[in-house]
C-alpha cells in the first residue's frame, strides 16, 4: 500500500498516520519529522531547514525531493509506505511520480483530510509533541494522562516553535497558496480520497480504514 496524506497543517496527518502506520505496518515517512531530527542534531540539512520552519515557509524543492527519493529507497519501505506531509508543490508531486516510476511503482491513493480553518488553529496552537519519540497530543482533544509528559515514552512534551499563532497563520496561507492545487492534481489522477476530519480522531480513522479497503 502506497498512500499519501493530505491536508492542511492541523488536519491531522500525523495523528491518522501514525495509527495506520502501526495497523499497517508500513513506514509512516514524515518530511517534517525528519527535518526536526536533523534540526536536533544540528546537521548542515538541519540547520538550513530551520531558516525556513520557523518563518512557516516552505524547505526548498529540491532538498526535499533528494531526501524523499532517498528515505523510499529503503529496505522497509518494499512493502509500501505512508507520505505525510509531501508532496506539498507541484514540483514535489511530479518529482515523486517519476521517482515512482523509475522503481516500476505508483501510488495507490491520496488521502485528503478536510478541517475548517478556525479548527485548524486551535489544533496547532494546542499541539503537544513528545520531544524523544514524537508522540503527537493536544492540551484540550487529546491531553497526556499527565500533564506534559508523554504517556508512552516517559519524554518531556513540548510546542513546536512552529505552533505559534503568528506561524500558524504563515503556514495557513502557504497551504493555500503552494499545496492545495494538488487536490486537483490528484483528482484528475482519479486517486484522491477526501475525508472529514473534522470529526473525532477515532471516528476519523475508522473512515480511513474504510477509505482505503477501496483502493487496495
Ligand atoms: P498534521 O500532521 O496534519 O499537521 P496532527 O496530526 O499533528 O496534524 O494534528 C494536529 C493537532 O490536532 C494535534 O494536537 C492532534 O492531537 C490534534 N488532532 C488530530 N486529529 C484530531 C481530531 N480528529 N480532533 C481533534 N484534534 C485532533
Ligand atoms: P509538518 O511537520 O508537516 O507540519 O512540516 C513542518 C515544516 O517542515 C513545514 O512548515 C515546512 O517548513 C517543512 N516541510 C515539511 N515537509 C515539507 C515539504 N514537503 N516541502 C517543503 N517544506 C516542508
Redesign the pocket.
Known sequence: MRLVFL?P????????SEKLSKELNIPHISTGDIFRKNIKEQTTLGIKAKEYMDKGLLVPDDIVVEIVKTRLLESDCKEGFML??FPRTEIQAKALDNALKEMGLKLDCVIN?EVPSEELIS??T???VCKECGT???IK??PPKIEGICGLCGGQLIQRDDDTRETVERRLKVYRAETEPLIKYYTDKNILITLD?N???EE?FEDLKGAIRGCI
Open positions: 491536508g497543517p492541523g488536519a491531522g496527518k500525523g495523528t491518522q505525510d506531509g483530510i489544533r496547532l494546542g499541539r503537544r503527537i497530543y493536544h482533544y487529546d476530519g470529526k473525532d480522531a476519523v
